[in-house]
């Protein structure tokens, strides 16, 4: 499209000549609109806009130079060339300084006028290429599905793509001029990073860091960065930025973690299994000797020594139960047996483990919540689902010892149901959240670290998925997902009659 070029001069039989000047000129492809005082040019300029403002200094109703910020104002990509006949080297200041492209005196030839124009026109069209260069840039910062960060030389934010926004929870304007290493890098991997990009800034070499992110909830994850830096006056001069390409690693490492976990678990399975037959005979000895303590305790006259003795035998047929659960947790973690396939409704296997516990929840002063709904089928095994619930009832029973409400869920849409249990208890830290399946990790001090590690492997057979939801103030909720069942229509034969009392 031709450039538009606005000429705006009270002096009407010059402006016409220069229309002519400039649209019979062969370097310019050029359409003119002419105005005579400075009203009707800015009316021009915002209805029309233009591309090249010539503007004589000297109107009837206004200055050149006061008219340069409200045409700016209308156009903001043209530029504006001042005419006058007669000027200061002050004047010549001003108008630059206020935003004019060029200063022509009068009388000029014809070909300065067209030189100028055209010198406009020029880096009108590299303003907007430029503009367009970065929006497209801005896009591809904004589209990629990567964390884009970029770093001055002092490690402050100077960009901030929205994917990293979204996991930080900092938002892309807010993080800007921030130190991110300071502010967002776990603190154990800070001196990694700044090792590695301080060598970025010093030298040629791109470098690859792994470090842990914290996410808007607290919680690490676990990202490699590729940093590269962007150099400023040629080769030799000082990196001004630091631009980093993130990949958040956090589940291929947790599948790692759980891959070698497996692996690990099965050279154990044989081992487990020796051991289990080894450890069993004797605490099923201990037991029926222990019962037959129990007894003989039974027949002593003196209660003085008879109660004592008997409060001991139980803690230690106590402590005899707590080692066989164990046992029992460990050779369904290291060797389980394959789930059977069966229609499962969630909302009465969370019935009846509920009911199983209402001691349990009496004797916590826990309340329960029940939110049950029907319809609630899953494909899987009832005895391990049943073991899935039992276990997160009683970790929700451990974090509330002095009572609390536990809140007891089974839902699901057309494609999955879900059963959840949620305490009120003090929540679980962001920064183990992503290690609480882990075998044998526990907080507890008489915990064994197997109970949501059997809760993920039983999961993990039902094609399935766990989903923790933990906060301090609400404390935690943990909801099993699984595909939902759908029974197969059943076809009836083709010229079988329908059922009985069936409508047409």
């Not at 000429?7 to 105005?35: H, K, P």
């Not at 010093?202 to 996410?215: M, Q, Y």
Request: a negative charge; charged letters at 25%.
């Amino acid at each position: 499209m031709p450039a538009r070029i606005l000429i705006v001069d009270d002096n009407t039989s010059l402006a016409g000549n220069l229309r002519e000047v400039l649209e019979g000129a062969r370097e310019l492809d050029v359409e003119v609109a002419l105005a005579p005082d400075g009203k009707q040019g800015l009316a021009a300029a915002r209805r029309d806009g233009f591309d090249v403002a010539v503007v004589d200094v000297k109107l009837p109703d206004a200055s050149g130079l006061e008219l340069i910020a409200p045409l700016r104002a209308a156009a903001p990509h043209g530029e504006i060339v001042l005419v006058t006949g007669f000027a200061t080297v002050d004047a010549a200041m001003a108008a630059l300084r206020a935003g004019a492209f060029a200063f022509i005196l009068k009388s000029f030839r014809p070909e300065e006028l067209i030189s100028t124009v055209a010198q406009a026109i020029e880096k009108i069209s590299l303003k907007r290429e430029r503009e367009e260069l970065e929006r497209r840039y801005r896009a591809i910062i904004d589209a990629a599905d990567v964390l884009i960060l970029g770093l001055n030389a002092g490690g402050s934010v100077a960009l901030f793509n929205p994917r990293l926004s979204a996991l930080t929870g900092v938002s892309c304007d807010a993080a800007l001029g921030m130190a991110f290493c300071e502010a967002l890098v776990d603190e154990p991997d800070q001196r990694r990073f700044n090792q590695s990009f301080l060598s970025v800034v010093e030298g040629d070499a791109a470098a690859e860091v792994e470090v842990g992110v914290r996410d808007a909830v607290g919680a690490i994850r676990r990202v490699r960065w590729h940093l590269s830096g962007v150099r400023g006056g040629g080769r030799g001069g000082r990196t001004d930025l630091v631009y980093g390409i993130g990949i958040d690693v956090t589940e291929r490492r947790a599948l790692e973690r759980r891959a070698a976990d497996a692996e690990a678990l099965n050279a154990m399975a044989p081992l487990a299994l020796g051991l289990a037959h080894e450890i069993r005979n004797p605490l099923n000895a201990a037991v029926l000797e222990l019962h037959l303590l129990s007894r003989g305790i039974d027949r002593l006259s003196d209660e003085a020594i008879r109660e004592p003795m008997k409060r001991r035998v139980g803690i230690v047929e106590a402590e005899i139960a707590r080692l066989g659960r164990l046992l029992g947790e460990f050779l369904e973690l290291a060797r389980p047996r394959a789930p059977h396939r069966e229609p499962v409704d969630l909302a009465r296997v969370v019935r009846d483990v509920l009911d199983l516990e209402e001691e349990a929840f009496a004797s916590h002063h826990v309340e329960v919540v029940r939110d049950l709904a029907d319809d609630c089928f899953a494909l899987g095994d009832v005895e391990k689902l049943k073991q899935v619930v039992l276990n997160l009832v009683v970790n929700a029973l451990d974090v509330m010892p002095d009572g609390g409400v536990l809140r007891a869920c089974a839902s699901g849409d057309a494609h999955e149901v879900w059963l959840s249990i949620g305490d009120t208890g003090p929540g679980i830290a962001p920064t183990i959240l992503a290690e609480i399946f882990d075998p044998f990790f526990t907080t507890k001090a008489a915990g064994t670290g197997l109970g949501l590690a059997i809760v993920r492997k039983i999961v993990d057979q039902h094609a399935g998925r766990v989903d923790v939801d933990a906060h301090a103030a609400d404390g935690t909720t943990v909801r099993v997902r699984l595909p939902r069942f759908v029974p197969e229509p059943v076809e009836r034969p083709i010229g079988s009659s329908p059922p009985r009392g069936a409508g047409a």
